[in-house]
């Protein structure tokens, strides 16, 4: 009796661990998209702030917002509306942090999450531009959910 409670034991371990090393591989990397840009509606929350809006070119119905006293004013200096931008991806449970990791519902929910994909992401690189001053932005997509930039 004794030794089949250490062999399931064990086995949850395993896993256990198993299931975390799964939700970690490939944690961090880098995407570029070619995306277009535009000038969006102004936000009277931030009036100093440009409406920047990036489109996925190979993903028309994805985009990204951006409210940047700078950053238009950086794009306008492009040749064209073409921009390439640098994203940095991360697995959806990049937010997971202290007790989280012992709340079953809390890991379920991750490995959910990461069967279907979901991820995180932020721009580090849009054109030449590593740094910009940004009051809010978002993401979002009309239409088809997929295809995803992040598929």
């Avoid at 030794?3 to 970690?24: D, H, P, Q, S, Y």
Wanted: aromatic share 12%; charged share 20%.
């Amino acid at each position: 009796m004794k030794n089949r409670k250490r062999i399931a034991i064990l086995a949850l371990t395993f896993l256990v661990v198993a299931c975390m090393a799964w939700m970690v591989a490939g944690a961090n990397r880098r995407v570029v998209h070619e995306m277009t840009w535009q000038y969006g509606e102004p936000a009277p929350e931030w009036p100093s702030a440009q409406h920047v809006v990036l489109t996925f070119v190979e993903y028309p119905d994805h985009y990204v917002g951006i409210y940047s006293s700078d950053l238009g004013d950086y794009l306008e200096t492009l040749p064209g509306s073409r921009v390439r931008v640098e994203f940095e991806v991360s697995p959806v449970f990049g937010g997971m942090h202290g007790a989280d990791w012992i709340n079953p519902l809390k890991i379920l929910d991750l490995v959910i999450g990461r069967l279907r994909g979901s991820v995180w992401y932020h721009e580090v690189r849009i054109g030449n531009l590593t740094q910009w001053r940004s009051a809010f932005s978002y993401s979002g997509h009309k239409g088809n959910v997929k295809p995803s930039p992040w598929d």
